[in-house]
């Protein structure tokens, strides 16, 4: 079989294209959800309260430091299996779910220390300057820390969104079908095509993840705040 | 003199081990301008800074306007809006062009909509001569023009009380004078300023009083002519010695 036959043997077999989409929903809802969530952490981080400090500190220690898979067999062995939770009652979409809800919870972490990074580019003088004129914390934070933070912290905010997309692998574990997944079945049904399976689900992952890194790097530079 | 606009009552603050700010008592009336000399350490700008309390105090009370300043929250907040600051380092919004750096504080503080903030904005802007840069960013603008945009910015408060924190001490020489002609003009206009610098022909020109601090202590209080011409402190003799024989 010539490459372009085996290609075409794969892709006519299998829903490629399908599997790699699962992986982009995957990071879509997840991006969304990790930012929120590491957004109040940040705040809380930086926060005058101490208890709120102690919250947003402890939660990046944990979940920094636990593994991903760990994470998603306790939601679904534990969570879903044990306490029975199903979130909605399509199947399929409920694993989906969880999976994202377990890859927002551990990104916010990481996105959290990102933005945390950028609020250390913004000089201390700007939120001295912002309270001067009589903006309280959250003003402060609003119109002045976090849009000069988050323009620090495209980049490394960016770095945690190709972890992310990378990351959605793991969802395989929560039994969401996706291209790892899909990768694994090929492996196990097709074993003389391996190298152009390889090849397919590298480049899959080349096609996702090298435009992330050239956007963020572009908009890092055009978004720069200028002192 | 009128009544105390600002008043502080034996003010004590330190960082660690030192003394930074010892007993302070000072009175500030209306439409005076509180000139504070002293050498570097002196204290003079952390009392500035304890004004609008962007440096906390141990013990003591400061009251503006017959209002002791809160410790936190919204009425600290309502309070420090009274209180224009003008820092050494201009610290304009970098992100906000000129115009909205002016409006930001009386849209979100005080409560105007746009067109209300823009018109007050541009005028402040005309007045301290900037109003051609108000679209630009602040990066964009000299070092004089940045500091007389961070004027115009406290004045949108439509503060009680202004603040200078060594407002020229960053600026290129050449630069000096245009904020200092805008201080003066302040003054001149019945504007109550307390005011850090080194500048000393800007301390004779436009200062009601002089206040010479030295290791957290006032030492000596006089009017211009009379501290530069007949100090009466050792330090004051000193300091002065120092910075106008060379």
């Not at chain 1, 912290?153 to 395989?172: C, D, F, Y």
């Not at chain 2, 008043?7 to 003394?19: A, P, R």
């Not at chain 2, 630009?136 to 004045?155: D, T």
């Not at chain 2, 408060?157 to 001490?169: A, C, G, H, N, Q």
Request: glycine share 8%.
């Amino acid at each position: 079989m010539s490459f372009g036959e085996q290609l075409s043997t794969l892709f006519d077999t299998y829903n490629v294209l399908g599997a790699f989409w699962v992986n982009v929903q995957l990071t879509f809802w997840a991006a969304i959800g990790s930012f929120i969530i590491g957004s109040v952490l940040a705040l809380m981080r930086i926060s005058p309260v101490p208890s709120l400090q102690f919250i947003g500190t402890a939660y990046v220690h944990i979940f920094r430091n636990t593994p991903l898979t760990i994470l998603m067999t306790m939601a679904i062995l534990g969570v879903w299996t044990q306490f029975q939770l199903q979130l909605v009652s399509d199947f399929k979409a409920n694993f989906f779910i969880y999976a994202v809800i377990v890859l927002a919870i551990y990104h916010a972490a990481f996105v959290c220390e990102a933005i945390r990074s950028g609020i250390n580019t913004v000089p201390v003088g700007q939120a001295e300057a912002a309270r001067a004129i009589g903006l309280g914390f959250f003003p402060a934070a609003r119109h002045i820390i976090f849009p000069q933070a988050l323009r620090g912290s495209i980049t490394p905010l960016g770095n945690t969104l190709i972890a992310l997309a990378k990351n959605t692998t793991v969802a395989t574990v929560a039994s969401v079908a996706e291209a790892s997944g899909m990768m694994k079945s090929m492996i196990e049904f097709n074993s003389d095509l391996i190298f152009v399976i390889f090849l397919i689900f590298a480049m899959g992952f080349v096609v996702i993840v090298v435009p992330i890194g050239i956007l963020t790097t572009w908009a890092s530079r055009k978004l720069a705040v200028k002192r | 003199m009128n009544e105390a606009l600002v008043q502080l009552k034996s003010v004590n603050k330190h960082y660690g081990s030192l003394h930074v700010l010892k007993d302070i008592n000072l009175e500030v009336g209306k439409g005076e301008v509180i000139i504070l000399l002293g050498p570097s350490g002196s204290g003079k700008s952390t009392l500035c800074r304890t004004i609008n309390r962007l440096e906390t105090i141990d013990s003591g009370s400061i009251s503006i306007d017959g209002k002791i300043l809160p410790e936190e929250g919204k009425e600290l907040a309502n309070l420090r809006a009274e209180v224009g600051m003008v820092f050494q380092s201009f610290n304009l919004f970098a992100h906000k062009s000129i115009l909205d750096n002016v409006t930001l504080g009386p849209r979100k503080v005080r409560g105007l909509s746009k067109t209300e903030a823009e018109e007050e904005a541009m005028a402040l802007l005309r007045k301290v001569g900037v109003d051609s840069q108000a679209q630009k960013m602040p990066a964009q603008l000299s070092g004089g023009q940045q500091q007389r945009v961070a004027i115009a910015r406290a004045l949108a408060m439509r503060p009680k009380v202004m603040l200078f924190d060594e407002p020229t001490s960053a600026l290129d020489p050449e630069m000096v004078n245009e904020v200092l002609d805008t201080m003066v003009n302040l003054a001149r206009e019945g504007m109550t300023m307390i005011v850090v610098t080194h500048e000393m022909g800007f301390a004779r020109r436009a200062a009601d009083r002089i206040v010479f601090l030295a290791n957290g202590e006032i030492v000596e209080q006089a009017t211009p002519d009379e501290f530069f011409s007949n100090p009466k402190s050792d330090r004051a003799k000193d300091f002065l010695g120092k910075i106008l024989n060379h």
